[in-house]
């Protein structure tokens, strides 16, 4: 479905979860924040970066002041709030920090007031709650699960096979961490003050660059043919006009998580009510601002669900949206191939090849894997 601005958009951002060999994750404190001073490493995505895998390098190159050698990326969370935009989190797993490493932290300190290293029940009572929800589901599940696909830090999908529901930690912030660490500020005496914000939160939300999302849906018939769909035409800047894809369209950002929307898209574009299936792939679409070649100004993220194996029956009762599509079509993949855009066949194929295997999501960037 193509969808207008309107209610489309939203933030993004990336962190990264330090270990070390103790089982422990190390927090910082957040002096800009009164209300929730303590977070992981990170921050927002910026339209330079062309990943959030990079937002997260560059997060921690200017907040602690070195070079991080990151790992897989542990989750995707989108999250729902009444008062700002939704965000898609990203969290990465780093290699293990040791404590030579970490005493040589050369931080911002408009940016990070101090650290600890706390155990995952520890941080779990620290963070903020959903903040929580999302590292604690990290620490708590196989890592071969990964990356987890949440919802406002609540499992879904695979996770939920992965993941035994667990106590929700009591929310305690930075009380006590001061006897923790020696980077943590002293809790002893009169609490310390927290910097003054450098803009107001709805100034500084407002002034975030944003992405936008879409959800497609990889469906197959049992000799392994992708069902693939032709948008109908319109005028397009440069006389372009939209090709063949995958079932799906833009998430309606505001108002509905990823799996809602391959749901609704499905029901919409093809008649069907279909469940999603195991999150596939995760697609990362740099814009022109972090990619010249790029053919969009605004940055995309897709979710590619599996859709399963369809038979004869459900094949013959498609109902096409008249306004938005015109034919229908199974595919092998030499045909998939030619008829797609090269980015839209590779994501397909890394789609396809993560049916065949554990775990969570492809996480990719234009099509082909990230790194």
């Known amino acids: 479905m193509v969808a207008g601005a309107s209610g489309q958009e939203l933030l993004a951002a990336a962190g990264v979860l330090f270990p070390d060999g103790r089982g422990r994750v190390l927090v910082v404190r957040l002096p800009y924040d009164r209300k929730h001073p303590v977070g992981v490493p990170g921050g927002g995505w910026d339209p330079q970066d062309g990943s959030p895998r990079r937002t997260a390098v560059r997060e921690i190159e200017e907040e602690l002041g070195f070079t991080p050698r990151l790992g897989p990326l542990a989750c995707l969370d989108w999250t729902l709030d009444d008062h700002r935009p939704p965000i898609a989190a990203h969290l990465y797993w780093a290699e293990p920090l040791t404590p030579e490493q970490a005493a040589a932290f050369t931080p911002d300190r408009a940016e990070v007031g101090g650290w600890a290293w706390l155990t995952p029940e520890q941080a779990g009572r620290a963070l903020p709650p959903r903040l929580s929800r999302r590292v604690t589901a990290c620490l708590r599940a196989p890592r071969a699960a990964g990356p987890l696909e949440l919802e406002d830090g609540h499992p879904v999908g695979h996770v939920l096979d992965a993941l035994k529901p667990g106590p929700v930690p009591e929310y305690t912030g930075p009380a006590g961490l001061s006897e923790l660490s020696a980077w943590w500020p002293s809790t002893a005496g009169a609490p310390p003050v927290a910097a003054a914000p450098p803009l107001d939160r709805d100034a500084y939300i407002a002034g975030r660059p944003r992405i936008r999302a879409k959800a497609r849906t990889v469906f197959t018939d049992g000799a392994g043919r992708v069902l693939l769909v032709r948008l109908r035409p ?3 800047p440069g006389g372009e006009v939209p090709y063949w894809t995958l079932p799906g369209g833009g998430i309606e950002a505001d108002r509905e998580q990823p799996r809602a929307a391959a749901r609704r898209e499905v029901r919409e574009e093809l008649g069907w009510s279909c469940e999603p299936g195991r999150l596939l792939a995760l697609d990362w679409l740099p814009g022109r601002e972090a990619d010249p070649a790029a053919d969009r100004d605004t940055t995309q993220l897709v979710y590619l669900f599996d859709g399963g194996t ?4 459900l094949l013959s009762s498609i109902v096409l949206a008249p306004d938005e599509l015109v034919e229908w079509r199974l595919c092998a993949p030499a045909e998939a191939r030619a008829l797609l855009s ?9 789609a396809l090849a993560a049916r065949g295997r554990p ?4 996480e990719l960037v234009g099509g082909y894997p990230a790194g």
Do not use: H, Q, Y
Request: aromatic share 10%; proline share 10%; glycine share 16%.
């Open 359 to 362: 775990g969570g999501p492809a």
């Open 310 to 313: 369809v038979g004869e029956e």
């Open 342 to 350: 090269p980015a839209s066949w590779a994501r397909t194929a890394a």
């Open 234 to 236: 319109w005028d397009l």
